[in-house]
């Protein structure tokens, strides 16, 4: 199996996994980082997201030949204690049901607000349309999502 | 009225305080009735060594003052771990902040109601919540009292401080101690509503701080020291069986440790428990089991299984044949008959019949299915995301032969539930699996597993027949044709029964092969839709105001004199008298198309109103207005979140969910041909609370139902049509505005 080099919220770190393993799993299975979750595998719910570089991708499908090099950000690693103003807006509006796609769409919501610090009513519906949360939270994380806008500013 | 449960509480029977071997006092109490009293904890006791034989909740209360609730009922996204410990807190009288909420594990003797479902949780625990908190509250102020030498009547107590008249201050922790020696009192004071500081005011999700950093909270989330993974290959279509596979492949990839198959002891189960059979498959499945979950799901992929055919083949085309034959036929179970109605519908002056179809629905929980088991000669150790503990618990130790006292089950945080958590397929896929390979193994579902080898809400239909005469409904008959269960409970009692002299529900089931179960509001989440929207049909061809014909009808029950009847005329009339104040109902300028409908299920009575615009063409829901009385709110935030959340849903699938077979084969497997509401597609949802002092019902379900039929209702109003079959989305050109809409 092909040993690869990774760079995970900062710490350097070598895996050894078939060729084909998607980045979700080596996360979770292998670092521990269980945080990144799976909802579909094939790139449609957006719960694996995590950042690439400062940019929101989706980890199923992305293998570890496609991020070596690269800087990886997952939840665990966007703030110590959940200081983010992202996850502090979240926090603050109470967005999770279940909780279970939260992580993806915090990650989703960071990488974009870092890009659009002033985002229209479309622009955050159109940032946030990839992710799947079958509570329907959607709401309250267009709120949130607002909310982290502002305390950006 | 009946909304109200009432309980009969002997303190002594359900609650036992004890003091702790590290200090401070702990409280067992059974938080539904009919648990066991048999109480047989000896002070001092180590916290740690408390199997939870005698009680299913526990409070502790530390010698720092720190409030630990261990809350016994799983969470799966609709709040009750925040929920049930806030009511506790509000009688202990402590401040929220020094509350520690804590999952708590199964009982599996003695518990009754641990069972997320039915939004009853919260309608259920209410005064055994109360009565614990305040009943604790009450011996810690006995003790204070008794080392004061005052009186207790004469101390006062705020957030964990208790005060004498002479201005001294104890706090709880300073005399738990104490406490714990006390005798249970018998008769304690509830809180007067008004007095409320916890309950009503806003609390956040008590794991929101684990949740928006990523800790593992999940089932998928759980690991032990060893573990390893299995995936299974499940027959593709339903009524298929295992004939022969072929694992070479498989079992020289990496990481992959063994592979086998599993069947016998679930196929014993379902002959000592048939009604089983009902969620489980009968043939044989072949598990990978490997290092890692995706070497686990790669090597499960190349597995070659053959399948025969072994019962019939069924396909959404037969269903649909079935379900038509069964309404027009007669092999009805009749569930409610008032007067008579063929004679109403000779007599009267006009006839609308209209048919409402839904097709299979998967619950698609975001988190997939999955379940951890370890099983030694000493114990079966089970852990995983499941909503009927117990029930589970049970099954595995009569299908592994092992005593209940062997079995420990604890529950993790769930990503979501909609009712697929309730049936624990999975728990006995984990258990046969460890049994066989006896290492520590989690079973994890892939996305197509879980929406492939589901138990999923049945195919229905619903046709409804209302005469009228002389300008008034005089008679209404409901029939329901479904796949393998019909309505059940109190449902044909639900509105409009009473209302209508001759009223009748019938319903005629099909029984098939095809797993299905409970999904988020049962029925109604369907009935509602047909109901409200054959409501408004009705009142068009009354040429009468749509709102004014439901109150009119409210107005027509006596709910008093029909013990059968749950719901409450008077709260119904005044939800809707709100809805149509706070959504401008009937006000709003013309290109705002409103769908208006009102529904009581799961004790709740619900008003919502949808407004649709027209946007590029297309008509687009913006905004549903909803207002809700729910008795007491106990935590209005999270309150509005599964409000906001089952009304979205309700959308969602009404608008979207679409699910079927073909011979046996389910026609989709992911969210890629599975389509879920997204951000775009969700309108933003406006609620009202009606304030009382009712005891408080569930949230979890009743805005769900209504939602689609008021979605229904707006785009017949921007539309034109009337829609009789979800999911809505399947007929684009009836979705088309009205002509003026185009050219304007
Ligand atoms: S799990 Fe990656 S997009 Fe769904
Ligand atoms: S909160 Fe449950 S899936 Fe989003």
């Known amino acids: 199996m092909p040993t690869y080099q990774i760079t995970v919220n900062g710490v350097s770190q070598s895996v050894d996994v078939a060729a084909d393993t998607p980045l979700l799993w080596v996360l979770r299975d292998h670092l521990d980082l269980v945080g990144t979750k799976y909802g579909c595998g094939i790139n449609v719910c957006s719960a694996c997201t995590v950042h690439v570089d400062g940019t929101a991708m989706r980890s199923c499908t992305m293998t570890l030949e496609q991020v070596e090099g690269k800087s990886i950000t997952t939840i665990e690693g966007l703030s110590e204690f959940g200081e983010h103003p992202v996850q502090q807006a979240w926090k603050e509006i109470d967005v999770p049901q279940c909780g279970y796609c939260q992580a993806g769409q915090i990650m989703t919501a960071s990488a974009f607000l870092e890009g659009n610090p002033n985002p229209t009513e479309d622009e955050i519906k159109n940032a946030m349309n990839g992710n799947i949360c079958r509570c329907a939270s959607y709401n309250r994380i267009y709120r949130a999502v607002e909310k982290a806008a502002e305390n950006m500013r | 009225m009946a909304t109200n449960t009432k309980m009969a509480f002997s303190r002594r029977a359900f609650m036992r305080t004890t003091s702790l071997a590290g200090g401070g006092m702990l409280i067992g109490f059974n938080l539904f009735q009919a648990c066991k009293p048999q109480v ?290 007669q092999e009805f179970n009749t569930m409610r008959e008032d007067g008579n109605v063929e004679k109403a519908f000779a007599e009267a002056d006009q006839i609308l019949e209209r048919t409402y ?30 909503q009927t503990p117990a029930w589970k618990a049970g099954a595995v130790s009569a299908m592994l032969d092992r005593k209940p006292e062997e079995i420990e089950l604890e529950m993790t945080r769930q990503g979501g539930g909609f009712g697929r958590r309730l049936y624990g397929d999975f728990v006995l896929e984990a258990a046969e699996i460890a049994d066989k390979i006896r290492k520590p193994v989690k079973v994890v579902y892939t996305r197509e597993d879980d929406m492939n080898d589901g138990i999923y ?46 009223y009748k529900v019938d319903a005629a089931v099909y029984k098939s092969n095809i797993t299905t179960g409970a999904w988020r509001a049962p029925y109604t989440n369907f009935l509602a839709f047909a109901e409200q929207s054959f409501f408004d049909e009705l009142a068009e061809l009354m040429d009468v105001d749509k709102v004014q014909m439901r109150i009119d009808l409210l107005k027509k029950v006596d709910a008093e004199a029909d013990e059968r009847i749950q719901y409450s005329p008077e709260r119904m009339i005044k939800v809707i008298e709100t809805a149509v104040e706070k959504s401008g109902w009937g006000t709003k300028p013309s290109n705002v198309y409103q769908g208006f409908v009102n529904y009581y299920c799961h004790n709740t009575h619900v008003a919502e109103v949808a407004d649709v615009e027209i946007e590029n063409g297309q008509p687009v829901i913006k905004k549903v207005t909803c207002v809700v009385d729910c ?92 829609l009789y079959k979800q999911p809505f989305a399947k007929f684009p050109e009836l979705l088309k505005p009205k002509k003026q809409e185009i050219i304007g």
């Open chain 2, 40 to 329: 047989k904890i000896e002070p001092p006791v180590d916290l740690s060594n408390l199997d939870y034989k005698d009680f299913n909740a526990f409070i502790k209360i530390a010698e720092n003052g720190v409030v630990t609730i261990f809350s016994p009922n799983p969470e799966i996204g609709q709040g009750v771990k925040t929920s049930m410990p806030m009511i506790i807190a509000e009688e202990l009288d402590v401040a929220w902040k020094n509350v520690h909420v804590v999952q708590g594990k199964l009982d599996t003797e003695n518990f009754t109601r641990q069972v997320a479902g039915g939004s009853q949780s919260l309608r259920q625990g209410w005064d055994a919540l109360r009565q614990t908190g305040a009943t604790a509250k009450q011996m810690l102020v006995n003790a204070a009292a008794a080392r004061w030498g005052v009186e207790a009547s004469q101390c006062t107590v705020s957030e964990g401080v208790i005060t004498n008249p002479n201005g001294e201050t104890l706090g709880y922790g300073e005399v738990v101690t104490e406490a714990a020696q006390l005798e249970v009192p018998e008769n304690v004071t509830l809180k007067k509503p008004k007095d409320y500081k916890i309950i009503g005011k806003d609390a956040q999700n008590v794991d929101i701080d684990e949740i928006i950093t990523g800790k593992p909270l999940f089932g998928l989330d759980y690991k032990t020291e060893g573990m390893v993974y299995a995936a299974v290959v499940r027959p593709p279509a339903f009524g298929q069986k295992l004939t022969s596979f072929d694992a070479s492949e498989a079992k020289s990839m990496p990481g992959v440790l063994e592979v086998l198959t599993i069947g016998d002891k679930a196929r014993k189960l379902i002959e000592a428990q048939p009604n089983i059979a009902n969620i489980l498959s009968t043939s044989d499945k072949v598990v990978v089991v490997a290092k890692t979950t995706w070497q686990a799901f790669k090597a499960k992929e190349s597995i070659e299984a053959a399948w025969e055919d072994d019962v019939k083949m069924e396909s959404t085309e037969d269903h649909d044949k079935v379900m038509n034959e069964l309404l027009d036929g």
């Open chain 2, 357 to 386: 179809e839904a097709p299979f629905l998967p619950h698609n929980c975001m988190e997939p299915m999955n379940f951890y088991a370890h099983i030694t000669d000493e114990k079966v150790h089970l852990v995983g995301p499941i």
């Open chain 2, 457 to 502: 809400r049945m195919a229905l239909k619903y046709r409804i027949k209302a005469g009228i005469k002389d300008g008034k409904v005089t008679a209404y008959h409901l029939k329901e044709a479904a796949v393998n269960s019909n309505m059940y409970g109190l449902i044909p009692n639900f509105f409009p029964a009473g209302a209508i002299e001759n």
């Open chain 2, 631 to 722: 008795g007491i709110v106990v935590n209005p935030l999270g309150a509005l979140n599964q409000i906001e959340g089952g009304i979205l849903d309700g959308i969602g699938h009404a608008m979207y969910g679409d699910f079927g077979f073909e011979n046996g084969k389910p026609l989709a497997s992911n969210y890629d041909r599975y389509r879920l509401i997204r951000m775009k597609e969700a309108p933003m949802v406006e609620t009202h609370f009606i304030e009382n002092e009712i005891a408080p019902t569930g949230l979890g379900e009743p805005t769900l139902p209504p939602a689609g039929g008021a979605v229904a209702n707006a785009l017949k109003a921007a539309t034109g049509n009337r």
